[in-house]
Each structure stands twice: as structure tokens, then as C-alpha cells.
């Protein structure tokens, strides 16, 4: 079957996708084990990635017996301006490798270089993804392939287990293990020996915080903290830690494998490794870690703790740089907390009170913003666009007085920016196809100009300048992991000369945040180079360094007061809290213990873990092929599959399959179904749909097109005849969460019986062909923490023109909806609104607009609130109302979520409870004094977020609202509904 659909494939592929250049500016190099695609500026990493990869990928065989399904795909891109990645299992071992510089805020990332970082990391995700047992191999071969889920075809949820079940896990448990080997697969470099983890749990309990089990760990730790994703990785890797000094590396191995003989489901196979109940291991860990880390705090406390007097009353989340007027108390910087969407903010040290002056878009979890202040003018600069995929920081300023904002440079991918107080000029460092360039930003701030582009892995960051506009400095990170503090004279440095004026190396513990004095004389910063994070200031002309901090936990991002005093951010169990201490030299400053130094001194094993430098590989000898990739060329067969269908109240059986490119720029999706009841005519018992994507087009063809969701009406989405479609969106403005999309619509019905849009309306013609072009904005805002959309705005215009009958018939829509978040945390009004207007005649089916219900299935995969579509109507029927015109306003109330946890078991468990309450009224014909009629619709609904099998959400809604027609009760509705994923 494989081989018939591929040439088939082939024999329809364009000639143009056999050119020698790439339609998407995309090269590739193989090797046996390797796919490795790459955007052409980065082929110059190419030879790097193949000599990281081939040692990482070997160690892993070695280290789990793997025996790789299929060759590994990695594309690397520069997507972002902070490197990452991102690893799929299904349907194939899939990465996507950003190239950027990390962060290394805190030393939450490890200082090695990150390209050898990343591919341990990622392939041990590979691993835990591909690895299988006899019996997945047997499905697999079923299957055609591995099986990720879809909505489309709930069906895969179960297929996806079968294929890859040791992915179907929490994301503690594959962070955890991933960042546990990655540590020890660097030679000892990793949050496994990580100062800021140590941190995190010995404020944790010297502060009596809580912490989480499993089950709370998923269903709010990675939801609700200010931390959010990361504690999956902070708890998974000291859980894997413990386990491996409590019962050896060699056993947490054990556990990660998948050999004939384990078990499927990643705690039973603890339970078969370990002999005990994962929850029971957790709270041993807990009592451990509680005893370990008061021996610290014990070692901690036998020379004297610097005393510090906090700013405000608690914790503030996550804070960027910081600048401090002493004349008001007044704090400025970038601030992250859960309730409140990002923003630039102005702390009242002297009251508490906090004063929002912007939002900032898409900010860091550690670093939030780049920040940079002039005091003189009252200005702030600051960096929207921090994090996601794309991300290209854009050069923003706000006036702090005023909050009046402006764009400065869009997409200028600038960050670590710092003012120059003398010629008014910023500097900073922009990333840019894996390589970091210190430039300079003159006033009016409109244009960047490069200084110099520092070699791959040589990074520089928390840049500053002395008061007197002589001197910069930087946090300097080498290619081979070596960590500097170094100032250069700023005049030399222009011209391009790169030779420090001083240094000071710290090993491998990265300098963080160094920032010069008022007299220029020292830099203070801080850095976990006694173990703890401390205070240290250096003097400039002698290079001579001094601890003047001995903290508990942890002291950072200094800010030099005239008077000599610091204010500081420090760590506390809930988060970081301003404070002022005092700047002394201390002689003596505490060390603690790192659970990772103890257990290399337990089991000295894991020396021999780490993976060899990629210098010992040469590419050139391994690679078997190379050339530009043409997506449509390299279609194949991803997995094929059985499949259950739904058409007019009937249920089907079928098959369907699934066709794509490597990267996922073109697919094809094939299902053939029947329904075998004597209730349906026979030329309406065979089903065909056929879906398909390439480059922002989208076509689907279909005969008697059926769904999984009819099965569970009374929504319904089938339609008897043949339709043609063809679409493209065109995508004017792609700027997170900001977009602005044009989109194109062409179809063709024939043979149909009822309309495509309205499921209970007849057609008295069997021939319908649609075109429309629609407008549609939107940019909304969320919280941490929140659950759905608190603020912001969208918009919609479309135009549709319908030929039906051999009349033409045009419709006008738009629609506008305002969100506004209230001081309740996590809850927001909306106002929605939204209008039509058609051409053509009251009796013309394809001219009325249609209202009515909620709209949901029993079980369904669209919104779970779809009484916000502008053709919901809840309590009245579907298209029970109809108009050649209308105008519909709806005021919406969403309310707190409440927040669960540990209700549920590992594989499911309870996230959220969401209530809201909404009013809409409808008027039909409005300019019609005739045909006129008013309606109205008051409801609640609420939403219960619960996830199956870690990765999937689940939504179970529950409605009811009541239907008015010129002030008169006319109905209701109850509403219940499942949202599949």
C-alpha cells in the first residue's frame, strides 16, 4: 500500500519542486542516522550540528539499548532571539532547534555550549519518544508509522499511546530525566549541579513553602506559580537526582527504558523498577530534601547572614533590570506576576503600591524585559516580543510619567540594553543567526548600528557603561563555558578593538547583572561562585574581588545607591522580593552542598557519562547526501489508520491517511468511509474527503463529506454532494498575539441539499458556488496564570458573493469584540458585537444570515464557548432565526476561574472550573419596519478543564440560557458538551 500512495505522489509532485533551489530557502545534509535540514543562513553550523548530534546520538543508543525507528529530522532555524528546542515523537522524531543564544538568568540554563547542550538534552527526548518494545513495533507496523493524536480523529489518542507510550507522560517526568543526563552527559554541567535549584528548595523550606506532589505539580504548579512551565524541569530533575543518589543512576536508566519485558505506562514502570508507588517516592523525597537542605542552611548560618530590609510586603514574581530614584523611593523595571498581564511598572518602595505604565508583550519568565532608563527625561526603553515562536525583540520607550508608548525599532532582535548617560546613546546586543552583536543605538533611536559580531558561542550580556560614559561592561560567555567579567574602554570598543582594559574569570558560575557604581570605581553583580548566589563588587583599576553579601538564599540584579547601600531582588519560597542591604566586604561566605556533587561522590559511575567533544567526529566522512529541500518532493506517508464517521444521524467506519513533508509545509489528508444503513440512499452511503496544505493554501475536496463529531449531534457538519474548496490566507501582520490576516475562499457544491452553513435549511437548487474574501484582526492579552483572554481587541470584515439558481447574491459581515480586565484577578468583561447586510430577496435561502442555540456537540472539537459566534443564538433552535440583515451586541462576564489540585489521578486529573455569564440581543431586519423582529438571549455557561493523559486537554461545558423574542420568554437551552483536545 505504502509504495502505491508514494507513487502516486510522485507522479502528481510539480516539476518546479525539483529545481535546485529551495521554494522555502531551506538546504539539507543526511547521514544514516540523520536528517538535518537548515534556512541557508545557517550553513555554516551545519558541519557543527551533524558532529554534536552523531556523539549524543550514540551515546543514547548505547545508554537505553535504543534501536532508532527511523533517522532523526532536526531543522535548525532562527526563529527567536533566545535559543531552544522543541522535540515531536510522532509522527517522527522531530526537532526544531532555535540557534540563538540562551538565557542564562540564574543559571537556568547550563553555561556549556549550546549547541552540544541542546542536542543531549533533545535527543534524550527523541529517545523517550521513538524507544519501544516488541509490542509497539507491532503497532507501529499496523499504523504505517507512529501516530500523533488530532482533534479530528479522537480515535488517535489511543493510537498515540500504542505507537509511543513512554511520551504519553507528565513533562516533570520527561524534563526531569532529560535535564538529569544532559548534566552528566556535559561533564557535570546542568541543573542537576545547578545553584539555582539548590536555591529554589533550601528557601522552600527554610521559608515553609509548599510543595508540590505529582499530581499538583501538573494540574497547578505548571499553571499558577510565576515559574509556570519551568517547574516541570525544577521538580522533575530533583526528584531524578534524589532518586538516582537514593538508588542509584544505574536504576533511574531502568526506568527511562522501554525493553521487552518493562511495562508501557511510565509509573508502572516505576513501580517495576523501584518496588514502591511513585506518590510514596515523592514524599520521600520531600522528607529528604527537607533534611538536606536545613543542613545547609545550617552551613549557611555559621558565619554571619547579611541582614536586608525589604521593599514591599511580598513577593513580585519575576523582575528585569532595575532603576531606583532615591529622591522618590520609586523602583522602575519590568515586572511578571500571576494576575496581571507584563508590564513596566513603577514600585513604591515607601508604600508597597505598585503603578502599571505599560504592557509589555510576551515578556520572559526570569528576565521579563530588556530594561534601560533615562532619568533625565523620565524615559524607559524597553523589548516587547521577548519569548515565543517567531520572536524578534522590537526597541520600545515609554514616558513614566505619562505612559505615553511609542515603537522605536520593530523587530530590531536588540536586548541587554543599556543607556549611556553621556551621549545619550544606547547599547546593546542583537542576535541574529546564532551569532551576538554588540551595536549602538544613537538618539533618535530609530536605527541600530553594528560595533562588533562576536565568533559563535562567544556571547555577551547585562551590559553597562560607567556614569562618566568611559567605560562598558559585560557578563562574557565563551565557546567553552568559561564565564568572564570584563570592561572595556567604550571609545576603543567603537572602533572595534575587543581587548578587555580588565577581566576577572569566574569559572564556569556565570557573572549576573554587574552594574557600576556612582563613582564608576566598582561593578556589583552577583554570581553562584561560592555556591550561593552573593553580592560581589570588583574593582575596576585593581581587579581585585570581594564578596559583600552572605545570603540564605539568594541576593541578585544590584542597583548601587549613592550612599553605598544596594538595593536587590531576594529569593524567597514564593518569589523574589526588593530589598536593600548593606555593601561590605565579607571575608568569610558560606558554601553548601550540591545533592549533584553528592551523588557523583556516591556513584562516581556517572563521571564516565560525559559525551565527547564534537571535534572527535568528522562530518564530511558520514554525510550521504546534501542539496536544497523542495517540500513537495519529499511527501510520504506518515500513518495510516482506521477511523469512525458520522453522517446524518448514521455512524461509518473508514480509513484515513495522512501524507506530509518532513517540516510540515505541505500535507494531505485522505479518509474513505461507509456507512452501512439501510437509512440512507446508496448513492449516500460512501463517504470521501480529501484535505490539503502548502505554503498559507488550503483546498479540500469531499463526496458526502461526513465527521466524527456527528456521531454526537445536534450540531451537524455533513452534507450530502459533492464541494470543492480552495483558500489562502495571506497573513499582513504576524506580530504575537498581534495579527491581521487576509483571507481568500473559492468553493463549488453540486448535488447538495441543503446549505453548507446552515444545516436546517433546504435547498431548492443543487448547484452552489461561493467566493469570499474576509479581514480579520486580532490582538488579546492574558495574564499568568489566567485561563482565557482578559483584554484586548479583535475585529472582522468579510464579503461573500453566492451563485445559486442563476442569481447572485452578495453578504457583508464584520464583527468587532473589546475585552477590559478588572482588578479581580483572572476576570474580564467583553463587549461583542457584530453585523450583516445582504443583497437578494427575504424567500432566498443563500441571502439570509442564520441564528440559533449554543451550538455545541455532545462531543465536539471546536470552542468550548461558542455562544460567542455571531450566528449563536442559545435558546433557540439552530437557524431557527433568520434575517437579510441584522446587528447582534453581547456583554460577557468571565469570572475567576477556580483552580484545582490534586483532584484526579496522574493520567487524569482536574485543572479548572471556569464560570461565566453573558446577555446578547439580536435585531433582524432593523431597517425593515415589515420585517423587523428583536430577540434576546441571557445565559451562564461553565467550563471544566480536566487533562487526559498529560498532554491533552479536555473541556466539559455546561450551559443554560433562555430565549426572548420581543421581550417574551419564547425557550430555552441546556447545553452540554466535550471539547476533544
Known amino acids: 500500500m505504502r509504495g502505491r500512495i508514494l507513487c502516486l505522489l510522485l507522479a502528481l509532485t510539480p516539476a518546479a519542486a525539483l529545481a535546485d533551489e529551495s521554494p522555502v530557502g531551506i538546504s539539507h545534509v543526511e547521514t544514516k542516522d540523520l536528517r538535518l535540514y537548515y534556512i541557508d543562513s545557517l550553513s555554516y553550523l551545519a558541519p557543527h550540528a551533524v558532529r554534536t548530534f552523531t556523539n549524543s546520538h550514540a551515546w543514547q543508543r548505547r545508554m537505553f539499548g535504543w534501536v532508532p525507528s527511523e533517522s532523526t529530522i532536526i531543522l535548525l532555524r532562527d526563529a527567536a532571539d533566545y535559543g531552544n528546542a522543541t522535540t515531536f515523537a510522532a509522527p517522527h522524531s522531530m526537532l526544531f532547534l532555535d540557534v540563538a543564544p540562551v538565557s542564562q538568568a540564574f543559571e537556568t540554563f547550563p553555561a556549556t555550549e549550546r549547541m552540544y547542550w541542546l542536542m543531549n538534552h533533545e535527543l534524550v527526548h527523541v529517545v523517550q519518544g521513538d524507544i519501544a518494545s516488541e509490542d509497539e513495533r507491532r503497532w507501529r507496523r499496523f499504523f504505517l508509522g507512529k501516530v500523533a493524536a488530532q482533534r479530528q480523529n479522537p480515535e488517535t489518542l489511543l493510537y498515540n499511546f500504542l505507537t509511543v507510550p513512554r511520551f504519553t507522560a507528565p513533562r516533570w517526568y520527561l524534563e526531569g530525566g532529560a535535564v538529569f543526563l544532559e548534566t552528566w552527559m556535559g561533564g557535570g554541567l546542568g541543573r542537576a549541579q545547578g545553584g539555582y535549584d539548590e536555591m529554589v528548595f533550601r528557601a522552600m523550606v527554610r521559608d515553609d513553602a ?48 522501554r525493553d521487552d519485558g518493562s511495562e508501557r505506562y511510565w509509573s508502572d514502570q516505576f513501580q517495576q523498577v523501584f518496588g514502591i508507588p511513585v506518590e510514596k517516592a515523592w514524599q520521600d523525597w520531600i522528607a529528604f530534601e527537607h533534611e538536606f537542605q536545613r543542613r545547609n542552611l545550617a552551613e549557611v548560618r555559621k558565619n554571619p547572614i547579611t541582614p536586608h530590609r525589604t521593599l514591599v510586603g511580598s513577593a513580585v514574581g519575576s523582575v528585569s533590570r532595575t532603576y531606583y530614584d532615591e529622591a522618590t523611593g520609586i523602583l522602575y523595571g519590568g515586572f511578571r506576576h500571576p494576575g496581571v498581564v507584563e508590564y513596566v511598572g513603577a514600585l513604591n518602595t515607601r508604600d508597597g503600591s505598585f503603578r502599571k505604565i505599560t504592557d509589555i508583550k510576551r515578556a520572559m519568565v526570569y528576565r521579563v524585559t530588556s530594561f534601560a532608563y533615562d532619568p533625565a527625561s523620565g524615559t524607559a526603553f524597553f523589548t516587547n516580543d521577548n519569548r515565543g515562536i517567531p520572536s524578534f525583540r522590537t526597541l520600545m520607550a515609554v514616558d513614566v510619567r505619562t505612559g505615553e508608548e511609542r515603537v522605536l525599532i520593530q523587530g530590531a532582535r536588540v536586548g541587554e540594553i543599556v543607556f549611556n548617560p553621556v ?106 561562585y561560592t555556591g550561593v548566589s552573593n553580592i560581589f563588587r570588583y574593582e575596576v583599576a585593581t581587579g581585585a574581588i570581594e564578596a559583600v553579601s552572605n545570603a540564605e538564599s539568594g541576593f541578585f540584579r544590584p542597583v548601587p545607591l549613592a550612599d553605598g547601600r544596594l538595593v536587590v531582588l531576594t529569593y524567597t519560597g514564593e518569589g523574589f522580593v526588593p530589598a536593600i542591604i548593606e555593601s561590605r566586604p565579607i571575608e568569610d561566605v558560606s558554601a553548601i552542598k550540591f545533592l549533584g556533587a553528592e551523588l557523583v561522590d556516591k556513584y562516581p559511575v556517572i563521571k564516565t557519562w560525559q559525551v565527547p567533544a564534537p571535534s572527535t567526529v568528522d562530518d564530511e566522512k ?52 461507509y456507512t452501512p444503513t439501510g437509512n440512507l440512499p446508496a448513492n449516500e452511503r460512501g463517504h470521501v474527503d480529501v484535505t490539503g496544505k502548502y505554503l498559507g493554501w488550503r483546498a479540500d475536496l469531499s463526496w458526502n463529506h461526513s465527521d466524527f463529531y456527528d456521531l454526537f449531534g445536534p450540531t451537524k457538519r455533513g452534507r450530502k454532494g459533492y464541494a470543492a474548496k480552495l483558500g489562502y490566507d495571506d497573513p499582513l501582520i504576524y506580530d504575537e498575539p498581534r495579527r491581521l490576516t487576509l483571507s481568500y475562499d473559492l468553493e463549488y457544491y453540486d448535488k447538495i441539499d441543503t446549505l453548507p452553513s446552515a444545516q436546517n435549511v433546504a435547498t431548492t437548487f443543487t448547484r452552489l458556488t461561493t467566493a469570499q474574501v474576509g479581514l480579520k484582526y486580532t490582538d488579546v492579552r492574558r495574564s499568568l496564570g489566567a485561563v482565557d483572554d ?57 441571502a439570509n444570515f442564520y441564528f440559533g442555540a449554543f451550538g455545541n456537540n455532545y462531543v465536539d472539537n471546536g470552542e468550548s464557548k461558542r455562544y460567542r459566534e455571531y450566528s449563536s443564538l442559545p435558546g433557540f433552535g439552530i437557524d431557527e432565526v433568520s434575517g437579510l440583515s441584522f446587528v447582534r451586541e453581547m456583554a460577557e462576564w468571565n469570572l475567576p476561574p477556580v483552580v484545582f489540585e490534586s483532584v484526579g489521578t496522574p493520567g487524569f486529573y482536574l485543572n479548572w472550573l471556569r464560570p461565566a455569564v453573558f446577555a446578547a440581543a439580536l435585531w433582524t431586519d432593523p431597517g425593515n419596519a415589515t420585517l423587523h423582529k428583536d430577540y434576546a438571549s441571557l445565559g451562564a455557561q461553565a467550563d471544566l478543564r480536566f487533562s487526559v493523559l498529560h498532554w491533552y486537554d479536555m473541556t466539559l461545558s455546561f450551559g443554560y440560557a433562555v430565549g426572548y423574542q420581543g421581550g417574551r420568554r419564547v425557550g430555552d437551552e441546556w447545553m452540554l458538551s466535550l471539547k476533544i483536545m
Do not use: C
Not at 225 to 253: I, M
Not at 453 to 462: A, E, R
Not at 631 to 648: E, R
Not at 821 to 845: C, E, Y
Open 622 to 673: 558520514l554525510i550521504i547526501a546534501r542539496g536544497p529541500y523542495a517540500p513537495l518532493h519529499n511527501l510520504a506517508l506518515d500513518n495510516a489508520f482506521p477511523v469512525l464517521q458520522g453522517y446524518k444521524d448514521s455512524a461509518g467506519i473508514g480509513y484515513h491517511l495522512n501524507i506530509a513533508d518532513r517540516l510540515g509545509f505541505a500535507s494531505v489528508g485522505i479518509t474513505a468511509a
Open 210 to 257: 509548599h510543595f508540590y506532589d505529582p499530581l499538583g505539580l501538573a494540574s497547578r504548579g505548571t499553571q499558577l506559580d510565576f515559574q509556570v512551565g519551568v517547574n516541570a524541569y525544577l521538580y522533575g530533575t530533583r526528584f531524578f537526582t534524589w532518586l538516582a543518589y537514593a538508588y542509584s543512576p544505574e536504576k533511574v536508566v531502568a526506568w527511562m527504558r
Open 790 to 846: 482578559e483584554k484586548g481587541v479583535t475585529w472582522l470584515g468579510m464579503l461573500t458573493g453566492n451563485q445559486a439558481g442563476g442569481e447572485f447574491v452578495a453578504q457583508l459581515r464584520g464583527g468587532l469584540d473589546a475585552g477590559f480586565a478588572l482588578p479581580i484577578p483572572h476576570s474580564s468583561v467583553w463587549l461583542r458585537s457584530a453585523a450583516g447586510v445582504a443583497t437578494g430577496g427575504r424567500n432566498d435561502t443563500v
Open 423 to 528: 551621549d545619550r546613546a544606547l547599547l546593546g546586543v542583537r542576535h541574529e543567526n546564532g551569532l551576538a552583536t554588540l551595536v549602538r543605538i544613537p538618539p533618535p533611536y530609530d536605527t541600530w548600528y553594528r560595533v562588533y559580531t562576536f565568533p559563535f558561542g562567544v556571547v555577551p550580556s547585562d551590559l553597562d557603561v560607567s556614569p562618566d560614559g568611559r567605560l562598558l561592561s559585560a557578563s562574557m560567555s565563551e565557546v567553552n563555558a568559561d564565564q568572564f567579567l570584563r570592561v572595556w574602554e567604550l571609545e576603543k570598543i567603537l572602533q572595534g578593538d575587543v581587548t578587555p582594559l580588565s577581566e576577572f574569570r569566574f569559572g564556569q558560575s556565570v557573572p549576573e547583572s554587574f552594574v557600576f557604581s556612582p563613582d564608576g570605581r566598582y561593578l556589583y553583580g552577583s554570581s553562584y
